[in-house]
């Protein structure tokens, strides 16, 4: 038997059965408090039908932070310039249209910086993949 499941039955799944949501815009945050590298933490969150959080305005850069300081770790974001250096998009390969760089971000510190993690304040570092890092997922 197939089941279709609508957006909203999606959301409450989600909601139900991760240890922490939030709920902010249309999106819904999810985290269950672990880290992994950028590789992993992206696998994470599509294998479970989301994409590594990719705050697109301030409201969602707040939800996110607002998890990252339950946690007291600094996420990742899925924004990345993995493809084309100093080009930052989102996981589906668009041109980033909200940002929040930190002072002098991104610098791609010693050439190795294609992701891109949130401090503490909220704003952006561009930083080495291979860091562990929160995962936090969209829905
Ligand atoms: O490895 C360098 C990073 O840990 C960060 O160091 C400093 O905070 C700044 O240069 C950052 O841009 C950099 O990502
Ligand atoms: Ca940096």
Redesign the pocket.
Known sequence: MVYEVGKMDYRQTALTFYKEATAAGDKIFVSKGEQATYNDAKLACTNAGGQLASPQNAEENKAVLDFSKMYKVFPYLGINDLVNEGSFRYPNGEMIRYSNW?D???????G??DCV?MYDNGKW????CN?KRLIICEF
């Open positions: 930190s002098k971000e991104p610098n791609n510190d010693k190795v910086e993690e570092n561009d930083k080495n860091e």
